[in-house]
Nanobody
């Protein structure tokens, strides 16, 4: 089992920044990839960004590329999502997810473990 706890969400004005953190515990050595997804009201959960735990390969959704940066600190078992240039359409609950694959996938089905989510609200 892997436990994931997100933090860092909040309310920010358009153009502002936030940094989300995802702390992993438990059988973290079995983790191949960690991803961030988000769900806006009335929408399906969508992929945001992912990083492989060992090699640091990253992948981003087109809507956030150039604005968001995913990174990891293996010593702290933590993955970060730095979000700059936030827009009102980035408003959502952001979820951290972990899977065993060493290849980055963008669908929810490849991730076995999920955090409880953290709310990000961007005002215009």
């Amino acid at each position: 089992q892997v436990q994931l706890v997100e933090s860092g969400g909040g309310l920010v004005q358009a153009g502002g920044s936030l940094r989300l953190s995802c702390l992993a515990s438990g059988r973290t050595f079995s983790t191949g990839t960690v991803a961030w997804f988000r769900r806006s009201p009335g929408k399906e959960r969508e992929f945001v960004a992912a990083i492989t735990w060992s090699g640091g390969t990253t992948h981003y959704a087109g809507s956030v590329k150039g604005r968001f940066t995913i990174s990891r600190d293996n010593a702290k078992n933590t993955v970060y999502l730095q979000m700059n240039g936030l827009k009102p359409e980035d408003t959502a609950i952001y979820y951290c997810a972990a899977g065993s694959s060493l290849v980055v996938f963008t669908t929810i089905y490849e991730y076995n473990y999920w955090g409880q989510g953290t709310q990000v609200t961007v005002s215009s």
